[in-house]
Nanobody, 113 residues
Framework: QVQLVESGGGLVQPGGSLRLSCAASGIIFAITTMDWYRQAPGKQRELVAV???????NYANPVKGRFTISRDNAKQTVYLQMNSLKPEDTAVYYC???????WGRGTQVTVSS
């Protein structure tokens, strides 16, 4: 069955960095477009970044220039490198198979001094 397992969240000070990982199984990963979403308390879930099977990325405006999405098809893993973190980046971050009902359980990212 399809499984997405996120890791790498935590507490970081403003201006700091974190790298999230999402290990996928049960899919043909190399041809699958993958997304990262986030959901802050009291807000709707929002798209953060997308990467195609060929490695082409796209980003939501609030994270452009700070976040980088990448993938390792051999490891069936997608990453989200987050730099220059701000308190408003605090959210649960979810891995998702684009245009599907498959989501990971999420990993908490908290940016606070």
């Amino acid at each position: 069955q399809v499984q997405l397992v996120e890791s790498g969240g935590g507490l970081v000070q403003p201006g700091g960095s974190l790298r999230l990982s999402c290990a996928a199984s049960g899919i043909i990963f190399a041809i699958t477009t993958m997304d990262w979403y986030r959901q802050a308390p009291g807000k709707q879930r929002e798209l953060v970044a997308v990467i195609t099977g060929g490695g082409s990325p796209n980003y939501a405006n609030p994270v452009k220039g700070r976040f980088t999405i990448s993938r390792d098809n051999a490891k069936q893993t997608v990453y989200l490198q987050m730099n220059s973190l701000k308190p408003e980046d605090t959210a649960v971050y979810y891995c998702h198979i684009s245009s599907s009902q498959y989501w990971g359980r999420g990993t908490q990212v908290t940016v606070s001094s």
